[in-house]
């Protein structure tokens, strides 16, 4: 279980790691809203922990944007905000559970592991993700356009995955490497473009609409061609 934890004040941060640490559970920390943004947007997280007075982006605008780009990691606010006004901000927000500060460390678990296994239950039932008529089932590990069986190795499959992950953000070819094969980038190859036309040959090349975009000098994108 990844964990990322947003939370201002360092030794609660420190202390919330250590904790979830011993349920061999990998933790990251952001120390503001900003900070917690780019972390959500850029890496998977099983689960997000946050606090609501945060600098920069508080709280209960954090969790709006992440819902904004389509980002449904199960959020878990921990605050010392607690009227029912606050908790209606916080659901209203986009969280899936609010815990009061102070609290018992292990209701804390016991939230997170609950809303884990809400999330592992809805995956195993609905792993498919979707753009346009391309369909990526993660069960099966099968692609489909348009009704047809489309036959990938199983980098292609990776890479196609990480894409429809992060749909309407340019991805680099840096977090290509690092993200999808976890190996460092070599600026002096070309690999990463010969795979990404590996791809685009089997997802776009028999379609009128094209799903798969470069973005010169940045990256590669993946759209609906009516996505602005």
Do not use: C
Request: aromatic share 8%.
């Amino acid at each position: 279980m990844k964990v990322l934890v947003v939370e201002d004040e360092p030794k609660l941060a420190g202390f919330i790691k250590k904790g979830l640490e011993e349920q061999s559970w990998e933790v990251e920390v952001a120390y503001d809203g900003q900070v917690g943004s780019s972390f959500a947007l850029s890496n998977h997280y099983d689960v997000i922990v946050l606090d609501v007075n945060l600098p920069k982006i508080n709280g209960f605008e954090l969790a709006a944007l992440l819902r904004k780009e389509n980002i449904t990691t199960p959020i878990l606010m921990l605050t010392a905000l607690g009227t029912l006004k606050d908790k209606i901000n916080g659901f209203d927000s986009g969280a899936d559970d609010y815990l009061v500060k102070p609290f018992e460390f292990q209701e804390l678990i016991i939230r997170l592991r609950a809303l884990q296994k809400r999330t592992s239950d809805h995956k195993q039932t609905q792993n498919v993700l979707r753009i346009a008529d391309l369909e990526l089932d993660l069960n099966e590990r099968i692609a489909r356009r348009a009704g047809s069986r489309i036959e990938l190795t199983a980098k292609e499959f990776g890479l196609l995955e990480y894409l429809m992950r992060n749909r309407g953000r340019v991805v680099s070819r840096v977090d290509i490497a690092e993200k999808v094969w976890d190996i460092h980038f070599d600026t002096g190859t070309n690999t990463i473009d010969v795979y990404v036309n590996f791809l685009r040959k089997k997802v776009d090349k028999n379609f009128p609409a094209k799903l798969i975009h470069t973005v010169v000098g940045m990256g590669y994108i993946m759209k609906e061609p009516k996505e602005s």
